[in-house]
């Protein structure tokens, strides 16, 4: 699918044009949103603007170089988009803005939920002018930094949930017997591979407005304008940091789990342990005097029997206080 934007004072104009059977006015297009695009609508966009559009394979390239570059007077620039943020499975995919003078063209095969936000923002009168493909492009950015700051706080008060409840100390033993280790691991583990994505989008974002600050036409751009890339860079470096210490923080949860699976594996070895020494004498007087000899002491005596029992019952008895008394149980 392929939507062209054309500005009209503080709101954009949206034509959709699906298999190119209708045409729009081009004249005052500053952005064309390529959704899973067909070759015929990359071609089309080709001879509008005089520019190579990227094929999926080259936007999944990791190299700077492959995703940062000059070309035909055009700015190439992919960043990393998270879609599926709040599903079990979330996923990273491609988005490539190619800025062309005032006008920007986007590539994507998935549908980002900024996308959604800042278009749904720009066609509604009354808000922040978008006069050419370069603040349409700031807008975007800004709505990505939005979506993960958001995703960032959500995963952070999850992170505070998990850690209250490995470290909670005052619980009753029922709640603490209740508590799946295995099952914390395991949430864990999601917040990990979350933060693992937020922190590649962040530092993709990041790279992106470098190096769109850094080219030679700079110069031309408003000095507001610039301002504004400033702030967005300084902002994708901020939560970056942020991502980072909470990737430590899963990562002590992790190493704290991980040790209290083992602590409680070394209570239930120690209790076999206590146990099986608790009843090792009174196994080894029932043993003696279940032998069946002829002569033994005590065979005939009218008490051994019960002597027999209440020296067992003392055995067992014996070892169980001193273990207590140690603090070994």
């Known amino acids: ?124 009168p009354g808000g922040r002018p978008l006069a050419s493909g370069e603040m349409v492009m700031l807008g975007l950015l800004e709505a990505f930094i939005d979506r993960l700051a958001q995703v960032l706080e959500t995963t952070g008060d999850e992170l505070d949930a998990i850690s209250r409840d490995v470290f909670r100390s005052r619980v009753k033993k029922a709640a603490r017997k209740a508590r799946n280790l295995e099952a914390l691991i395991e949430k864990i583990g999601n917040k990990g591979d979350m933060l693992t994505l937020v922190r590649e989008s962040l530092v993709s974002i990041l790279r992106l407005t470098t190096f769109h600050q850094s080219r030679e036409t700079a110069t031309k751009a408003t000095r507001d304008i610039r301002q504004e890339f400033k702030i967005l860079q300084r902002d994708a470096a901020a939560l970056g940091d942020h991502a980072g210490f909470m ?58 029997y019960p002597m027999a029992l209440a020296g067992m019952v003392g055995s067992a008895i014996l070892p169980y206080l001193f273990f207590k008394r140690r603090g070994w149980l």
């Not at 209790?271 to 033994?296: Q, R």
């Open 1 to 124: 699918m392929l939507r062209i934007y054309t500005a009209s004072g503080t709101h954009l104009n949206c034509a959709v044009i699906d298999g190119l059977s209708e045409r729009a006015d081009l004249a005052d297009a500053i952005w064309y949103d390529l959704i899973d695009p067909t070759r015929e609508e990359e071609h089309f966009v080709e001879r509008s603007l005089g520019v190579l559009v990227p094929t999926r394979d080259e936007m999944k390239d990791i190299e700077p170089s492959a995703r940062l570059y000059n070309e035909a007077n055009a700015e190439f620039m992919t960043v990393t988009a998270l879609i599926n943020l709040h599903e079990q499975d979330p996923l990273k995919a491609p988005v490539t803005f190619v800025l062309v003078g005032k006008t920007l063209v986007t590539i994507r095969y998935v549908q980002p939920r900024p996308f959604e936000i800042f278009e749904a923002g720009a066609i509604r």
């Open 247 to 304: 990737s430590n923080k899963v990562t002590f949860l992790l190493d704290a789990t991980l040790g209290l699976i083992n602590l409680e594996q070394n209570q239930i070895i120690k209790i076999f342990s206590v146990a099986a020494v608790i009843f090792l004498p009174p196994t080894l007087v029932a043993s003696i005097y279940g032998m069946n000899f002829e002569h033994m002491p005590e065979l005939a005596w009218q008490f051994g």
